[in-house]
Nanobody, 122 residues
């Protein structure tokens, strides 16, 4: 019954910015860590960023560090991914994920969204 719904995907030019949102609903747990992953055609899904329940701890993949920023608003059960200086290599389907835990992590998420397409043109 837990659902994660991403929004904000679309087409953007290289060097541009985009903000993704993900809303979690139907949770039965009091706290959860959230993360973002992406998958390009023909490639494995890769970790992008994660944030702890409190928002005080974050993790980023080296490929996006300094360009992407993850944040959350627990009152809205929403996590955001602010993407700046976008590159064609960032083109992928982006997925948000959640896990009933306080600790930030790169893997082992129990709940996943349906994904949203991000296309960065050159």
């Amino acid at each position: 019954q837990v659902q994660l719904v991403e929004s904000g995907g679309g087409l953007v030019q290289a060097g541009g910015s985009l903000r993704l949102s993900c809303v979690l609903s139907g949770r039965t747990f009091s706290s959860y860590v959230m993360g973002w992953f992406r998958q390009a055609p023909g490639k494995e899904r890769e970790f992008v960023a994660a944030i702890s329940w409190s928002g005080g701890s974050t993790l980023y993949a080296d490929s996006v560090k300094g360009r992407f920023s993850i944040s959350r608003d627990n009152r809205k059960n929403t996590v955001y991914l602010d993407m700046n200086s976008l590159k064609p290599q960032d083109t992928a389907v982006y997925y948000c994920a959640a896990d009933a835990s306080l600790g930030v992590r790169r893997t082992k998420y129990d709940y996943w969204g349906q994904g949203t397409q991000i296309t960065v043109s050159s």
